[in-house]
C-alpha cells in the first residue's frame, strides 16, 4: 500500500498552524512527526493518514468536552 504525504504547506493550510506552532506541537508530542525523505533532512513529509487521525482525535476530543 502506498501512504499519500504532506508537504509542510498542505500540512499548514489542513491545520490552520504557524510554522511556529507546528514544531511546537510536534516537540510536545501533540502532532505527528515529518518523515525525511532523503538522509541529510531536506525533504520531510507527513503521512496523509496520521494527519487525519490527529484532525479526527481533536474532534472528537471537542466533542466529548461539550
Known sequence: MVRKVMRKPEV???TGFS????????AAGR???PTKL???GRIVVWF?????????GVVERD????
Open 12 to 14: 499548514l493550510k489542513a
Open 19 to 26: 510554522n511556529s506552532t507546528l514544531y511546537g506541537r510536534i
Open 31 to 33: 502532532f505527528p512527526k
Open 38 to 40: 532523503d538522509p541529510d
Open 48 to 56: 496523509e493518514d496520521e494527519v487525519e487521525a490527529w484532525q479526527k
Open 63 to 66: 466533542a466529548e468536552a461539550v
